[in-house]
């Protein structure tokens, strides 16, 4: 048994259900899940990720203050909407990103998948960039990015790993409702507010 994988599951999947229940709590959990991750993706010469859960780290920071100055009556985050033009510049910039860091990682190391492991840490990137500043949009990211991840863990034989982004995809499919279910629900709230 894979200690760490194992462990770094278990966080992770506290993290996500957390994420997913717009609950502040989520994001101390991620950061440690991110450690340990980071750890059980360089032993695997998972270069890419490795630098995600780095990368990761900083945007739970910057998640973490966003969230926190946008909660609800309720205590959880509010869900703010996503400008078609932001998406579009944001997925730019997540493609661009893909490819500078699969060329980097394909000449300059020895990475298991330089392409593939890159367009995943940059377009995961996107996606979180998302999620910390509240739109739906990331759910919908992460149910293509986790199910794109199954495949490439079960070729590098990270089974506990891929069992966890099979049940991402999951997760991020109850938080895609809840979170369209809370932005139906704060809409009248905010109309109202707007109007004061």
Same mark, same amino acid.
């Given at each position: 048994?894979?200690?760490? +994988?194992?462990?770094?599951?278990?966080?992770?999947?506290?993290?996500?259900?957390?994420?997913?229940?717009?609950?502040?709590?989520?994001?101390?959990?991620?950061?440690?899940?991110?450690?340990?991750?980071?750890?059980?993706?360089?032993?695997?010469?998972?270069?890419?990720?490795?630098?995600?859960?780095?990368?990761?780290?900083?945007?739970?920071?910057?998640?973490?203050?966003?969230?926190?100055?946008?909660?609800?009556?309720?205590?959880?985050?509010?869900?703010?909407?996503?400008?078609?033009?932001?998406?579009?510049?944001?997925?730019?910039?997540?493609?661009?990103?893909?490819?500078?860091?699969?060329?980097?990682?394909?000449?300059?190391?020895?990475?298991?998948?330089?392409?593939?492991?890159?367009?995943?840490?940059?377009?995961?990137?996107?996606?979180?960039?998302?999620?910390?500043?509240?739109?739906?949009?990331?759910?919908?990211?992460?149910?293509?990015?986790?199910?794109?991840?199954?495949?490439?863990?079960?070729?590098?034989?990270?089974?506990?790993?891929?069992?966890?982004?099979?049940?991402?995809?999951?997760?991020?499919?109850?938080?895609?409702?809840?979170?369209?279910?809370? +932005?139906?629900? +704060?809409?009248?709230?905010?109309?109202?507010?707007?109007?004061?």
């Amino acid at each position: 048994m894979d200690w760490p +994988e194992l462990i770094g599951a278990l966080l992770s999947v506290w993290g996500v259900w957390l994420t997913a229940q717009r609950r502040m709590l989520s994001w101390p959990v991620n950061v440690v899940a991110c450690a340990v991750y980071g750890w059980v993706f360089l032993d695997a010469r998972l270069y890419s990720d490795t630098l995600l859960q780095l990368t990761f780290a900083i945007f739970i920071a910057y998640g973490w203050y966003r969230w926190k100055q946008n909660l609800g009556r309720d205590r959880r985050v509010r869900v703010a909407r996503l400008q078609p033009t932001h998406a579009l510049l944001n997925l730019g910039v997540g493609a661009v990103g893909a490819l500078c860091l699969g060329y980097v990682m394909h000449a300059w190391t020895d990475a298991a998948l330089p392409w593939l492991d890159s367009a995943l840490t940059a377009f995961s990137l996107v996606a979180q960039w998302w999620q910390d500043r509240r739109h739906c949009a990331a759910w919908w990211l992460w149910i293509i990015l986790d199910a794109i991840y199954v495949g490439e863990y079960i070729y590098k034989q990270l089974l506990i790993t891929s069992a966890l982004y099979a049940g991402f995809v999951v997760l991020a499919i109850i938080g895609l409702r809840a979170w369209r279910q809370a +932005e139906h629900d +704060e809409m009248p709230a905010l109309a109202t507010e707007a109007q004061r």
